[in-house]
């Protein structure tokens, strides 16, 4: 077998271990990081918003009172679900 084949029973990715459920686990000294990317940066941010999206901007704005703007781009609907969210109660703890 070549060295510079990995086996295919390796369980590691790099220096993160792999658990038995088969997610990765960050290795204990890894710095803690967020995945969260502000929408602002997203690459396809200025497309338009998805149906999910618009779905739940929908039932938020209801329940807020408001209007749900229209064109809402996938960035700007992120934003506002957040904004929404916090105002009705159901954002995060």
Known sequence: MNDQTPDAQDTTTGDAP????????PAADAPARSAEKDPSDWATGGEPATGPQLSYVSTLAQEAGVDVPENLSKADASKLIDELQEK???GKS
């Open 88 to 90: 009705t109660g159901r």
């Open 18 to 25: 792999i658990a038995p459920d088969g997610t990765v686990q």
